[in-house]
């Protein structure tokens, strides 16, 4: 045995698939186990390790030296295999290259940036929590969450309005690529040339507004920091990662507060608890469930050895409901101290556009809470499968006017 094989040996194994419908159905007991089990365990099936504790998690996320991010963030492991896109040039990639490409990023969304959306955020809010109280009873995800991520961040990049049903397909080809090779990433790529192609024609100066997030990322062309093939990878990055989390998170917070009418009471008395509540349900059902690093060097995690070049995959949803970080962690909790929680990742990686997200999820919920007096289920909702976002396909909701 050489030491690899030693060391995946040392490791308890996971025996649970965690990329299957029954899983996902409820992912929840199942994460217990993998932190019942250990720090670290070792699945035979796919060839990782997996971390589900709260701190393994945040570790292998923060110590971007052991655990790279340039191998890809998903099982696949691009020192051996080929990856289906360009890499990610800030998700795909560590310092310094990541370091240059995340400060431009960076740049577009300051706190001047984001108060000067705010307005125009809270005005869309406002019109989409109308519609939904006109129609009564409406669809969760076609109807609410699906739709307001879809407009507003579009527009605040400057993309053009033709073709942006290609959105949620391309943010469902990403994440599912994350995970295996399985039924999933089959049909999110059944028209991927298509999707592709529409991605990479909008991600160009040309395409794009003069006066947009995407505008200030083609500046830094300008000033000598990017390529201008840099830019356009850039702008990709936004399209693949700032569309299908804001819809998914929508519709899981949505689900929340139809399912906990206590949480929803202290929401509809205290609307300026909307910006902790969109924190929770990032806790508590976060739509990122989890993301992989690749070994640089043998290490070891919680005294379990781990060799070099092994993908560790870091289950963020499971560090969210980890009793050893959280009181009651299998609670919703609106006024929860929730600073800590892995729904936007952490370390060099966290999200960037986690204040953009953050003031689509305040402004949606804050109009919510002050304009609906009842929610509650029409009927059972369905889940979406995908590999790494937890979502719904359709969530029966009924609402009525204050
Ligand atoms: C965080 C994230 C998710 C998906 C894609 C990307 C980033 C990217 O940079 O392409």
Redesign the pocket.
């Known amino acids: 045995m050489n030491a690899t094989v030693q060391a995946r040996a040392a490791a308890p194994v996971l025996h649970a698939d965690p990329f299957t419908r029954a899983f996902m159905d409820d992912p929840y007991p199942g994460f217990a186990a993998m932190r019942e089990a250990g720090p670290v365990l070792w699945s035979p099936q796919y060839e990782c390790y997996v971390v589900a504790r709260h701190d393994d998690v945040q570790r292998v996320l923060s110590e971007w030296q052991t655990f790279s991010s340039a191998a890809g963030?998903g099982l696949s492991n691009f020192n051996k295999e080929k990856p289906w896109r360009p890499p990610?040039?800030?998700?795909?990639a560590d310092p310094p290259l990541h370091t240059r490409t995340r400060t431009v990023l960076a740049r577009t969304m300051t706190p001047g940036i984001v108060k000067q959306l705010r307005e125009r955020f809270e005005r869309e809010a406002e019109i989409l929590v109308d519609r939904i109280l006109d129609l009564g009873e409406f669809d969760g995800v076609t109807d609410f969450g699906e739709l307001y991520p879809t407009k507003v961040f579009p527009d605040a990049l400057g993309l053009p309005q033709q073709g942006r049903e290609n959105l949620l397909p391309y943010?469902s080809m990403?994440?599912n690529s994350?995970g295996p090779q399985n039924e999933f990433t089959q049909a999110a790529f059944a028209n991927a040339d298509a999707v592709r192609g529409w991605i990479m024609a909008n991600c160009t100066r040309q395409a794009l507004t003069k006066d947009g997030l995407g505008a200030i990322i083609y500046a830094a062309v300008d000033s000598g920091e990017l390529k201008e093939d840099e830019a356009g990878m850039?702008v990709?990055?936004f399209?693949?990662?700032g569309v299908d989390?804001t819809c998914n998170a929508f519709g899981n917070l949505l689900w929340c507060l139809a399912t906990h009418p206590d949480q929803w009471n202290k929401l509809r008395e205290k609307p300026e608890l909307a910006r902790n509540a969109f924190e929770e349900s990032l806790r508590y059902e976060g739509p990122?469930q989890c993301?992989f690093r690749t070994t640089t060097q043998e290490t070891e995690i919680g005294g379990v050895k781990v060799g070099a070049d092994e993908k560790v995959c870091a289950f963020m949803q499971s560090a969210n409901r980890d009793s050893r970080r959280w009181e009651r962690a299998d609670e919703f909790d609106i006024e929860r101290r929730v600073v800590g929680h892995m729904g936007f990742?952490t370390g060099i990686?966290g999200?960037?556009?986690q204040p953009i997200a953050r003031l689509e999820g305040e402004a949606v919920f804050a109009a919510f809470a002050r304009k609906v007096k009842t929610i509650e289920l029409a009927g059972p909702p369905k889940r979406l499968y995908n590999n790494v976002l937890r979502a719904f396909s359709s969530l029966p909701v009924r609402v009525t006017r204050a």
Do not use: P
């Open positions: 963030v990610s040039i800030v998700l795909e943010g990403v994440f994350f850039l990709r990055s399209l693949s990662a989390t990122a993301f990742g990686h999200c960037v556009g």
